[in-house]
């Protein structure tokens, strides 16, 4: 059972920046499309970024299209999140999925992603 180990969330002001990161328990990142969930108390849970495994084009919401970047390290094994300009809006659990599928990530729904992290809580607050 492939495990996902997330960090680097935490409260910061808004305009401030976070990275936030994510290491699976086997060197397997290129065998996954791979993406990064968020959820707000009260609201469901929504895509941010992704990166099929076919193509290795990154994808992401339009709320943050420009300020995050996702980010994949072979070498390290390690999934990141570079999140900028942070807003209060930005504010929830974040969480980092592996799906074994190849193609279409940012068509997917999270029952499509096989493994999920445990979620680190991002707060956005002055």
């Known amino acids: 059972q492939l495990h996902l180990a997330e960090s680097g969330g935490g409260l910061v002001q808004p305009g401030e920046s976070l990275r936030l990161s994510c290491a699976p328990s086997?060197?397997?990142?290129?065998?996954?499309?791979i993406a990064w969930f968020r959820q707000a108390p009260g609201k469901e849970r929504e895509g941010v970024s992704c990166i099929s495994a076919s193509d290795g084009i990154e994808h992401y919401a339009d709320s943050v299209k420009g300020r995050f970047t996702i980010s994949r390290d072979n070498a390290k094994n390690t999934v990141y999140l570079e999140m900028n300009i942070l807003k209060p809006e930005d504010t929830a659990v974040y969480y980092c999925?592996?799906?074994?599928?190849?193609?279409?990530?940012?068509?997917?729904?999270?029952?499509?992603?096989?493994?999920w992290g445990q979620g680190t809580q991002v707060t956005v607050s002055s």
């Open positions: 086997e060197f397997t990142l290129d065998r996954f499309s």
């Open positions: 999925a592996f799906g074994l599928f190849s193609y279409y990530c940012s068509d997917r729904k999270p029952y499509e992603y096989e493994y």
